[in-house]
């Protein structure tokens, strides 16, 4: 595959992809390298949707093959949000700070017990061609009652990753992307691309 879209403008997410999928494209491309590219309007009910939805776009609107995901955290005492939610969770245009600023706000006063929390990724595939697959990835882990770390984006400082003791911002780029949602469901779609071979993008 010589060349694949990324449908993200966020460079935290460009720069695990481009470690994850070092050597197996020539070139990674962002929906902010697509000039005149619209934002896709994620309104699905599940992060499948979203991600099949903005591969679909960033595959027709480039006339390359695509990666899309969508991830997001699950909070058990929150009945599952901000889920779809998450990179809005404050607002559009609310950003990291101010999701996580609402994310303790609303766990405040929660016990250490109930703060159970997963993140989930689903990574969609979409190829001018007209394949298309989906891949899912999941941590389970709890939510902090205050920032720790410095590494990640979103919500890593305030995710204590499931029998690690660190939150998800306490681990370097090499270590996350053993065990995140977001590194699952990549090493699922490296699995694909050697079943089925060369991928013509």
């Given at each position: 595959m010589n060349c694949l879209v990324v449908a993200t403008r966020n460079r935290g997410k460009i720069k695990e992809l481009e470690v994850l999928l070092g050597g197996l494209v020539t070139k990674i491309m962002s929906s902010a390298d697509l000039e005149g590219f619209p934002d896709t309007i994620e309104d699905g009910?599940?992060?499948?949707?979203?991600?099949?939805?903005?591969?679909?776009?960033?595959?027709?609107?480039?006339?390359?093959?695509?990666?899309?995901?969508?991830?997001?955290?699950?909070?058990?005492?929150?009945?599952?949000?901000?889920?779809?939610?998450?990179?809005?969770?404050?607002?559009?245009?609310?950003?990291?700070?101010?999701?996580?600023?609402?994310l303790l706000m609303k766990m405040k006063g929660v016990p250490l017990e109930s703060r159970r929390a997963a993140f989930l990724c689903v990574l969609a595939f979409v190829s001018p061609q007209g394949v298309e697959r989906t891949f899912v990835g999941r941590v389970g882990g709890q939510i902090l009652?205050?920032?720790?770390?410095?590494?990640?984006?979103?919500?890593?400082?305030?995710?204590?990753?499931?029998?690690?003791?660190?939150?998800?911002?306490?681990?370097?780029?090499?270590?996350?992307?053993?065990?995140?949602?977001?590194?699952?469901?990549?090493?699922?779609?490296?699995?694909?691309?050697?079943?089925?071979?060369?991928?013509?993008?």
């Amino acid at each position: 595959m010589n060349c694949l879209v990324v449908a993200t403008r966020n460079r935290g997410k460009i720069k695990e992809l481009e470690v994850l999928l070092g050597g197996l494209v020539t070139k990674i491309m962002s929906s902010a390298d697509l000039e005149g590219f619209p934002d896709t309007i994620e309104d699905g009910d599940t992060f499948k949707d979203n991600a099949l939805k903005k591969a679909r776009e960033a595959s027709a609107f480039s006339g390359l093959s695509a990666l899309a995901d969508d991830s997001g955290l699950i909070v058990d005492a929150l009945d599952g949000l901000p889920g779809v939610l998450s990179a809005r969770f404050a607002g559009v245009g609310g950003g990291d700070a101010a999701n996580n600023d609402l994310l303790l706000m609303k766990m405040k006063g929660v016990p250490l017990e109930s703060r159970r929390a997963a993140f989930l990724c689903v990574l969609a595939f979409v190829s001018p061609q007209g394949v298309e697959r989906t891949f899912v990835g999941r941590v389970g882990g709890q939510i902090l009652e205050s920032p720790r770390g410095t590494e990640g984006f979103g919500y890593d400082p305030l995710f204590l990753v499931d029998g690690s003791g660190c939150s998800m911002a306490e681990l370097d780029l090499e270590q996350k992307n053993v065990i995140s949602h977001r590194g699952q469901a990549f090493r699922q779609f490296l699995e694909f691309y050697k079943e089925y071979g060369q991928i013509k993008s």
